[in-house]
Each structure stands twice: as structure tokens, then as C-alpha cells.
């Protein structure tokens, strides 16, 4: 195998004249050096970070970092001679960005979940606020006015803000999902019928027409009438004896007996 490195199987000697087996420890020679070389990379960028945190929290007040400010500077210098001594150059500028850049905010939510997407709004609006207050920061520390007014900055900051007034608005109801098969409430079992309104309306007019009906047959049992009673007073005045007879005989006589 190409590049690789063998070493003999330990064992005792057989007798045998075969030569002894040899097993692969590494495809690449130089593995070792290159674990050294990572560590120290990894150590600077550790060193670099702690330092920069230490010299914000210094910047904004903080005595107790200011103390150790140059102990960690001292620090961040023998990482950066060990990482040289081990990779023979220094860092790169991907290797510092990566020490220095801040973290980002992943949208890691679906389109339903409110609740994620608040919290990366938020998140996100804090990051590029503090974005553009770090270059404000930069130009203050070394007591230059920064290009434009810090026009530039000032509206990073502001988009930062508009980000988090979106939390301001009413996170959106969740949304009602009745299991598959049943019923999302009890109205949807039972079956309440019409509503009261439309019930009161019904019963109104169930009466109307119930008393109606007794009303017609009151008026259908009586064969003599309120009519008849005055043909009957004309007949008795006239003394039209046959007349008299015909109404005399309808009273009591339901109207549907008539011929």
C-alpha cells in the first residue's frame, strides 16, 4: 500500500521461515505531525476567542477581565508560537475569521411551527444588532468619527430592531386537529337540531295553527250560524212559517249533514 506504514506482528518465533506479518498503522506518514498541527491550530483559535470575549467584557466595564486582559493576551502569543513552530507558518485569515466570527441563527422550523420562528426572529434580530453596534464600537475605541456618519452601522441596527417588533404581534392560534375518527366536540355526536331561534319561530306557528284548527272545527260542528240566526229573526218578522222551519232544523245539525 502506497504512503503507508507497516510494523511486524509481535508473537513467538514458529520455526517457521516465513518472514512476519506486518499490519498497516496508518495510510498517511505524516499523521502524527498533522494531529500536532490541528491541536495547535485549535488551541490558537481557543486562545484568540477568549481574548476577544475578555477584551469586549473589559471595553464595557467588566474590572475583573480587565485584570486578566494580559494574562490572556500572553496566552493567545505562546499559542500562536506553538502552531508556527508546529506548521512552520502562521494562521491564515479563514483560520481567524473561524476563531472570531459570531454564531449564526439557523432557521431550523417548519412552516407551521410559530413558536421556532419567534425564537430565531428573535435570535437573529439580537445578532445583527450587535453586528452593526461592534463596528460603532470599533470606530469609538480608537476615537475616529466613522465613514458617514456611521450611517452604515446605524442602519444594520435598525433592521436588528425591526426584526424583533415582529415579536410583537399575536403568536397565531394553534390550530384545532380532532383525531382521525372522532368527533372534534360533542355537538358534532349529538344532534341539537335547529337553532333556539328557528325553534321559537316553529313552536309559534305549530300553535297558530293548532289553535286555527280547533277554531274550524267549532265553526264545522255548529250547522247554525250567526247568518242563519239573523235569516231566522227576518223569517219570524215576515212569518214565513217554511222558512222558520228549514233554519230551526239546522240548529244542532253539523254543516257537513247539509245536502
Do not use: C
Amino acid at each position: 500500500m502506497a504512503g503507508g506504514v507497516f510494523v511486524s506482528d509481535d508473537g513467538e518465533d514458529n520455526g517457521d521461515d516465513q518472514p512476519p506479518k506486518l499490519r498497516v498503522v496508518s495510510d498517511n506518514p505524516n499523521a502524527r505531525a498533522d494531529r500536532q498541527i490541528e491541536w495547535a491550530r485549535d488551541a490558537v483559535q481557543r486562545a484568540l476567542s477568549e481574548f476577544a470575549a475578555a477584551l469586549l467584557r473589559a471595553m464595557a466595564g467588566n474590572d475583573t477581565e480587565a485584570a486578566f486582559l494580559v494574562r490572556r493576551l500572553r496566552v493567545l502569543v505562546e499559542a500562536i508560537g506553538e502552531f508556527e513552530k508546529q506548521s512552520d507558518r502562521g494562521l491564515s485569515v479563514p483560520e481567524l475569521h473561524e476563531a472570531l466570527k459570531l454564531p449564526q441563527s439557523e432557521m431550523d422550523y417548519s412552516a407551521d411551527d410559530d413558536w421556532r420562528h419567534r425564537r430565531w426572529l428573535r435570535d437573529h434580530g439580537f445578532d445583527v444588532i450587535l453586528k452593526g453596534a461592534l463596528r460603532l464600537a470599533a470606530h469609538k475605541v480608537l476615537g475616529e468619527e466613522p465613514a458617514f456618519g456611521g450611517m452604515h452601522s446605524t442602519r444594520v441596527i435598525e433592521q436588528g430592531i425591526e426584526t424583533l417588533e415582529e415579536l410583537k404581534r399575536p403568536p397565531k392560534p394553534a390550530p384545532r386537529q380532532p383525531k382521525k375518527g372522532l368527533a372534534a366536540s360533542w355537538d358534532d355526536v349529538v344532534d341539537l337540531g335547529p337553532p333556539k331561534a328557528t325553534q321559537r319561530k316553529l313552536s309559534e306557528r305549530l300553535a297558530a295553527a293548532i289553535e286555527a284548527s280547533h277554531r274550524s272545527a267549532s265553526t264545522r260542528s255548529k250547522g247554525f250560524g250567526h247568518a242563519d240566526l239573523k235569516e231566522l229573526r227576518k223569517a219570524i218578522k215576515a212569518k214565513d212559517e217554511k222558512r222558520i222551519a228549514e233554519l230551526t232544523a239546522k240548529i244542532g245539525r253539523p254543516k257537513f249533514e247539509e245536502s
